[in-house]
């Protein structure tokens, strides 16, 4: 097995040698970090927990976390592909050859940028009310309808879709997963625009668009498990890289309340202090996850938290980050610390997006504490 | 290295799992709630043929003490299980006083010939030791923690030295035979062992754990490891405490969840569990988040003291902050969820309650332990 302080050294190396620089805004932003993706990936230093056959790592859990961690120590770019996520795992577990070889290491490289057509006006929580229809026709599907709330989908080349082609009574049992070129005619893509005042998310409606059959992935009718994969430990330890990374901006934010004479403060001092506490609690789940996967143990429940834990912790650090800028938090994302009213609004939706955080509680109280369902199916 | 820093892991072993089957079966047996509630209106507070059998057959008592003082010598972790495991059973027993804080009190002395004198009997069960630090204080606020604080006089007299003043807030000060007092020399705070001594119960909202009252008037003791330098030494015996004290916590308020979600599940009321509804349904997913965050807390303090890490102290009061909020919310949600069964004596969920507030404080509020964290941490 590979070493960890070797492999360490090996990726610090790489990453001081093409480290790209911060990040710009703006129109030059998307070029920059496609780049950026395409040399990490170029020279072997994406995908952690995937094949090599498919450009991936494939790295034991332990050096998936050393990986991460040594990407967010660098502040590297953040990748501009969710190949990482649903959509990469998907097509690697439920995807045919033919497929993995055409999509995945265009993906991986950014050359190709994926969306996610999964929410709908009328199915937000509950994601297996969607309508979008395919029918299939001889070779091809072809798809009617509309998704909301899609990020990337006016940048993306391609949409991992979920759409209804059973009856809308057969709920999960009659949703197929096609994969939809955005550039295929009768796709719309609307802006839509947040409460940040920026469009990170768009409406993209489907009239009559045609699907060959062979860009279906998985069986017809059976596309509702193939989207919710994930791949190996690659949750848990980006999960934990991840709260890693709070760890470094709970130290941003006690830098901030250096800076601006508020650490003398003792309610200040507490809330920091349970900042502190929130950001070390997600790795240290994060933690024990891991080390109950890698004994081969299940998960256990401390996985299922870490959703809903995540999303009160943002929430919560931005509200006191807002706290400390004073009266300057009633000032735009421009001033000088605007990244954190940029984060206190975007946060909002940490505990609405990818399920919301009441689903999140009542799921955790059926699934993992056995507590009787309402008497409505949910999946 | 620090453990955030560090990518190993931790979870239970199966050596851990059976210690843990073993605590939990035999306080089954020993300590079931007729037993918990028949001793916290004794005198003594304990049963000594069952502290007996802890010491003989099971070895607790001697866990964490090193073989050459007549210990086991095993880790803390398994310590922690021990607590956590006395913590759901409510156990009334002086293990915390005498098997946790006196134990660590002689070992961060760094006295060895103390050591060996007082540890094989504190190991044997046959010597119940206590540390005494708390005082009324001078100003009203009483139970410092910080050795600075004492006021308690100790005076060379000939071998040894007299004691004189009072402290207050003693776990099981009335059934202590040997009480490590720190006391003011002129050369600043020290650590002694007296065995004398006026002892009186003092009445505690927990019944369940005795505290009491200790008067010295030139009381004889013997210094313990360097006239004046209880200070850090007591300071890591009492982040040993805290640890302690947080795995002891998080066993409390993983009883309490699980009482809150068994009674969701059967108690019905307009024609359906009350488990069934959101509002208990959202109550039990944010005790589960807290249960496995506070377990999380806790261990990560016990296994940085296995290591020997840097973080010793930054992880116990974390903990012990994180633990003792989380045990006290428990608690209490424990009640509300079984509505006015939950607030009648007969029902367990105000001894629960009780600990749990007692154990908030013992040790240090979480506010102090906040506050210790930021210093710790440099902010």
């Known amino acids: 097995m590979l070493d960890e302080a070797t492999f360490s050294a090996e990726l610090r190396a790489f990453l001081a040698e093409h480290h790209p620089g911060p990040t710009p805004r703006g129109p030059t932003k998307l070029p920059f970090l496609r780049a950026w993706q395409a040399t990490l990936t170029d020279a072997g230093w994406v995908a952690p927990a995937w094949p090599r056959r498919w450009g991936g790592m494939e790295l034991p859990p332990h050096l998936q976390v050393v990986y991460h961690r040594e990407l967010m120590l660098a502040r590297t770019p953040v990748p501009p592909t969710n190949a990482v996520g649903i959509v990469g795992p998907t097509i690697l577990t439920n995807g045919t050859d033919a497929q993995r070889e055409r999509y995945l290491r265009p993906m991986l490289r950014a050359d190709e940028l994926w969306c996610q057509g999964f929410s709908e006006p009328e199915a937000g929580s509950d994601l297996a009310a969607l309508r979008t229809r395919a029918v299939l026709d001889g070779d091809r599907y072809r798809v009617t309808g509309r998704k909301v709330w899609t990020s990337n989908a006016a940048v993306a080349r391609r949409m991992l879709l979920l759409a209804r082609t059973g009856t809308l009574e057969s709920r999960s049992r009659g949703i197929t997963c096609l994969v939809l070129d955005m550039h295929a005619p009768g796709v719309t893509v609307t802006p839509l625009r947040d409460m940040t005042g920026g469009a990170f998310f768009a409406e993209v409606a489907f009239d009559d668009v045609e699907v060959p059959v062979e860009d279906r992935i998985g069986a017809h009718d059976e596309g509702w498990g193939c989207a919710r994969v994930t791949l190996g430990h690659e949750r848990s330890t980006s999960l934990t890289a991840s709260a890693v990374r709070y760890q470094r901006v709970v130290r941003d934010l006690i830098d901030l309340a250096r800076e601006r004479g508020r650490l003398s403060s003792p309610a200040t001092r507490q809330e920091l202090a349970r900042l502190v506490t929130g950001a070390r609690l997600l790795e240290l789940n994060g933690r024990r996850v891991l080390g109950q996967v890698l004994q081969g143990q299940a998960p256990g429940p401390v996985s299922s938290i870490s959703r809903l834990q995540h999303g009160a912790f943002e929430q919560r650090l931005h509200e006191t980050a807002m706290t400390l800028l004073g009266a300057d938090g009633m000032l735009g994302a421009d001033q000088r610390d605007g990244r954190w009213v940029r984060g206190f609004l975007r946060t909002r939706a940490s505990t609405i997006g990818a399920g919301t955080a009441e689903i999140q509680r009542t799921t955790i109280a059926e699934k993992v504490l056995g507590l009787p369902s309402e008497g409505e199916e949910r999946q | ?379």
């Open chain 2, 1 to 379: 290295m620090t453990t955030a820093e560090r990518t190993g892991t931790f979870a239970f072993t199966p050596e851990h799992d059976d210690l843990r089957a073993m605590v939990r079966a035999f306080l089954a047996d020993r300590s079931p709630e007729a037993e918990v509630r028949r001793l916290m209106e004794t005198p003594a507070g304990y049963d000594p043929t069952v502290w007996s059998v802890m010491a003989q057959q099971l070895g607790l008592q001697g866990l964490f003490v090193p073989e050459r003082f007549g210990g086991v010598g095993a880790g803390f972790v398994e310590l922690q299980i021990v607590c956590e495991e006395m913590g759901r059973a409510l156990l009334c027993a002086p293990f915390l006083s005498s098997a946790v804080l006196a134990t660590a009190a002689l070992l961060t002395s760094d006295d060895a010939a103390a050591c060996e004198r007082y540890l094989p009997g504190m190991a044997d069960g046959s010597t119940i030791a206590t540390l005494a630090v708390t005082e009324a204080g001078r100003s009203g606020y009483a139970g410092s923690w910080v050795a600075d604080d004492v006021t308690v006089q100790a005076v060379p007299d000939g071998d040894g030295y007299r004691l004189t003043g009072e402290k207050v807030f003693v776990l099981d000060a009335v059934v202590a035979d040997l009480v490590l007092v720190v006391a003011r020399t002129e050369a600043g705070p020290g650590l002694f062992a007296a065995t004398g001594g006026e002892r009186a119960a003092m009445t505690t909202l927990d019944a369940t754990r005795q505290q009491g009252r200790i008067t010295f008037d030139g009381t004889e003791a013997a210094l313990v490891g360097i006239d004046g330098g209880a200070a850090a030494p007591l300071a890591a015996a009492l982040d040993i405490g805290a640890a302690a004290l947080a795995a002891e916590q998080a066993g409390g308020a993983r009883r309490v969840l699980e009482m809150a979600v068994e009674y969701a599940k059967v108690r019905e009321q307009f024609g359906r569990p009350i488990g069934s509804y959101q509002a208990i349904k959202h109550k039990c997913a944010d005790m589960l988040l807290e249960v496995e965050s506070s377990t999380s807390a806790a261990y990560a303090a016990g296994w940085a003291i296995d290591d020997g890490s840097d973080e010793i102290g930054v992880l116990a009061s974390l903990a012990k902050a994180y633990c003792s909020e989380a045990y006290h919310h428990c608690a209490a949600e424990n009640i509300q969820v079984h509505g006015g069964i939950g607030f009648t004596w007969e029902h367990p969920a105000h001894l629960y309650f009780k600990r749990a507030t007692s154990t908030e404080i013992l040790l240090g509020s979480p506010r102090h332990h906040r506050e210790l964290l930021a210093q710790r941490l440099g902010f």
